[in-house]
């Protein structure tokens, strides 16, 4: 198994920009490609950002793209989901995952979760 703790999450105005980060422990990171997912209040959890276990490979939800941007050290074991120009419907709890198949946007694919960390854009 692969251990999973955000981090980075916070209040920030619209505009503004966080930088999540998602350590992992347990198992050889590298054998793992991440995800970030994010659950508004009442709302379903949805796909944000993922990255192949190499980094070659990438996918954005499209409401993100050209502002949000996901990067992944294998030596740190860390993968990062950094926030530009945020927007109160950013507001959620922003979780990461973890999976041992490839790469993919949906959820049921991923195998072990964080416990998520809270991002709230005031407006």
């Known amino acids: 198994q692969v251990q999973l703790v955000e981090s980075g999450g916070g209040l920030v105005q619209a505009g503004g920009s966080l930088r999540l980060s998602c350590a992992a422990s347990g198992r050889t990171f590298s054998n793992y490609a991440m995800g970030w997912f994010r659950q508004a209040p009442g709302k379903e959890r949805e796909f944000v950002a993922a990255?192949?276990?190499?980094?070659?490979?990438?996918y954005y939800v499209g409401s993100v793209k050209g502002r949000f941007t996901i990067s992944r050290d294998n030596v740190k074991n860390t993968v990062y989901l950094q926030m530009n120009s945020l927007k109160p419907e950013d507001t959620a709890v922003y979780y990461c995952?973890?999976?041992?198949?490839?790469?993919?946007?949906?959820?049921?694919?991923?195998?072990?979760w964080g416990q998520g960390t809270q991002v709230t854009v005031s407006s």
């Open positions: 995952a973890a999976t041992t198949k490839a790469v993919s946007s949906t959820s049921q694919r991923y195998d072990f």
């Open positions: 990255i192949s276990r190499d980094g070659s490979v990438i």
